[in-house]
């Protein structure tokens, strides 16, 4: 059942706003920011929640737990560009980072489609993947840059700042690993004369990469180059969602690229 009103972090956490203003490209939302427990599709066993209509999207920041490595990395749940898997691939993952002594960034990127539309769906704005929108591309541009203009403040090494992404959110990934050379938005602020380009990359059984299913191909929109950041890949052969040719057709172009790659494939 829905729960009242938009995603809140544990007690102690602050959701900050990433844009001074309203978002670049605000969409029609198909309705207020809604939380819910998925109880139909148990991952593990068990419930997980999912966050639908976000246009306000914010980052979360994770202090590390005892010592301090320097490293950050922000976090991009997957969810099909429709919604956010908050907890399973967000807040859980911020939990794990910390106990390595790691800054972790949980970004609430925008999905103002939702996903309780059921056939509707389609009559709604969707998040991604870029270019058919750019909002997710530049949520994640931003919170890099941000993350990055306030390293002194978080205590952490500018030159140390990851993402780590899962289904779409590991698209994501690939999508803010190709694309920092110049921003999907107009700067609107100090903060976006930093760079946005994560110094690594985690794109955890990524969606979106592959081209059809005829042809092994890397999908045109994501421009592989030397500079994209060393990444490191992860899914099972398996996966019903995601199939693998995803990580693969990725893994291929990073190698070709002369990118440093490593990818970890389970049966």
Not at 205 to 233: A, C, M, S
Request: a neutral charge; proline letters at 9%; hydrophobic letters at 35%.
């Amino acid at each position: 059942g829905l729960l009242d009103g938009p995603w809140q972090p544990a007690p102690g956490h602050k959701q900050l706003p990433i844009w001074p203003g309203a978002a670049p490209e605000s969409k029609t939302v198909a309705g207020p920011e809604n939380t819910a427990t998925n109880k139909e599709h148990l991952v593990g066993g068990r419930p997980w929640l999912r966050v639908g209509h976000v246009s306000q999207p914010t980052m979360t920041v994770y202090a590390p737990k005892g010592k301090n490595t320097g490293a950050a990395v922000v976090v991009f749940p997957g969810g099909g560009y429709w919604l956010l898997a908050i907890d399973l691939e967000g807040t859980e993952i911020c939990n794990w980072l910390t106990s390595q002594g790691i800054t972790a960034v949980l970004l609430k990127y925008r999905v103002p489609g939702g996903a309780d539309q059921g056939a509707d769906c389609g009559k709604y704005p969707r998040s991604g993947p870029y270019p058919k929108s750019a909002m997710a591309l530049q949520d994640a541009q931003r919170t890099l840059a941000l993350v990055r203009s306030h390293a002194a403040q978080l205590q952490i090494n500018p030159h140390k700042i990851g993402v780590i992404g899962f289904s779409a959110g590991g698209h994501l990934v690939a999508a803010v690993s190709t694309h920092f050379g110049r921003r999907v938005y107009e700067p609107v602020d100090a903060a976006d004369k930093e760079s946005c380009r994560p110094d690594f990359a985690m794109a955890i059984y990524p969606g979106h990469l592959w081209l059809n299913e005829n042809k092994f191909e890397l999908n045109p929109d994501i421009h592989v180059t030397r500079q994209t950041p060393p990444t490191f890949l992860v899914q099972s052969e398996d996966d019903p969602i995601d199939p693998v040719e995803h990580s693969l057709v990725y893994y291929a172009a990073l190698k070709k690229a002369g990118v440093t790659v490593e990818m970890h494939l389970y049966s």
